[in-house]
């Protein structure tokens, strides 16, 4: 006697995958986002005070 191939897969099969799929990507974004808080990107050191108005008047 040969048990019977079930192909189909159970609701709950499917949704418990799809939870832990789910699930890693939000750690994976978590670490992502604490690991590129803690890099000390280049920022300007002096601040740029630009006089546009003569440009304005001009318009």
Do not use: C
């Amino acid at each position: 006697m040969q048990l019977k191939y079930n192909r189909q897969q159970s609701l709950g099969s499917t949704l418990f995958k799809l939870f832990i799929k789910l699930f890693f990507l939000l750690i994976i974004l978590i670490a992502a986002i604490f690991l590129i808080e803690k890099v000390n990107f280049p920022s300007p050191k002096k601040n740029y005070d630009i006089d546009v108005t003569n440009d304005i008047k001009k318009l």
